[in-house]
């Protein structure tokens, strides 16, 4: 790999780090980067989602002041988390490519229109629980299940990751979309770093690339966490809805 394809791979982590902190979708930069520069598809897949490791754990970090009070939330979502992480990692190591492929768009698209409408939905949902004392702090029973099949599509491949949870928390749990962006980083993070532990110890790994991708990601995460924490909830809205798009544009390409 030549200085400049370094400093590409250094730069799409820096991007994915950012964008994965705000909502997600970043691998979707850095692994058609990846391809462009010919390392094969198994190992830049297993590669990236170690090198997006550290950039998780620095967003979640950035958004620190969010994550006050949600300990039991977090735990609570973090086993689906972990579980689904581990499930998505053994499927993408047994599983031919296309398996999982082929309904990424669909889920990028379910995304997206649960996050349009995400205030509507969530108000029926928070009106359906009214009589059993509301939603509470873990949410409608269904949002662990979705976070499980989350994991496992993002210990699988994880573009829209981030989106996809950003749309099952904020209909099935009520807070704002800004801490529940900080538990989506936590999750991410976990998904990728139990899927990437894995993917370390039994696949080929290019450690050079994951070091690029996660010194990038590192400082994009912080960036992220300093200018996503800011936008109002309906401006963080427009911008997953953005990104999911964009994602299925260029999944589809």
């Not at 590669?47 to 998780?56: D, K, M, Q, W, Y």
């Not at 967003?59 to 609570?76: K, M, N, T």
Request: charged share 10%; hydrophobic share 60%.
């Amino acid at each position: 790999m030549s200085l400049l394809e370094m400093a590409a791979v250094l730069l799409a982590g820096f991007a994915a780090g950012t964008i994965n902190t705000v909502v997600g979708s970043g691998t979707l930069i850095t692994f058609p980067t990846l391809l462009a520069f010919g390392v094969p598809p198994v190992t830049a897949n297993v590669s990236n989602t170690i090198g997006l490791v550290p950039g998780s754990v620095s967003g979640a970090i950035g958004y620190r002041r969010e994550l006050a009070g949600q300990r039991a939330r977090i735990v609570h979502l973090a086993v689906a988390a972990l579980v689904g992480g581990i499930i998505g990692a053994v499927l993408l190591l047994e599983l031919p490519a296309g398996a999982f492929e082929s309904i990424v768009p669909i889920l990028i698209v379910l995304g997206c229109v649960m996050v349009v409408f995400q205030p509507r939905i969530a108000a029926w949902v928070a009106r359906c629980h009214e009589s059993s004392g509301g939603l509470g702090e873990r949410g409608a029973w269904w949002v662990w299940p979705l976070v499980l099949l989350t994991g496992i599509y993002g210990g699988y491949f994880g573009a829209a990751q981030g989106v996809l949870l950003m749309a099952i928390m904020g209909i099935g749990i009520n807070d704002t979309l800004q801490r529940l962006n900080g538990t989506k980083n936590v999750l991410a993070a976990l998904v990728n770093a139990v899927s990437g532990l894995i993917f370390a110890v039994v696949a080929d790994v290019d450690w050079k690339v994951v070091a690029l991708i996660a010194v990038g990601a590192v400082i994009g995460g912080q960036v992220g966490a300093t200018y996503g924490r800011r936008l109002p909830a309906g401006a963080l809205r427009a911008f997953i809805v953005l990104v999911g798009v964009v994602a299925l544009v260029v999944f589809l390409a």
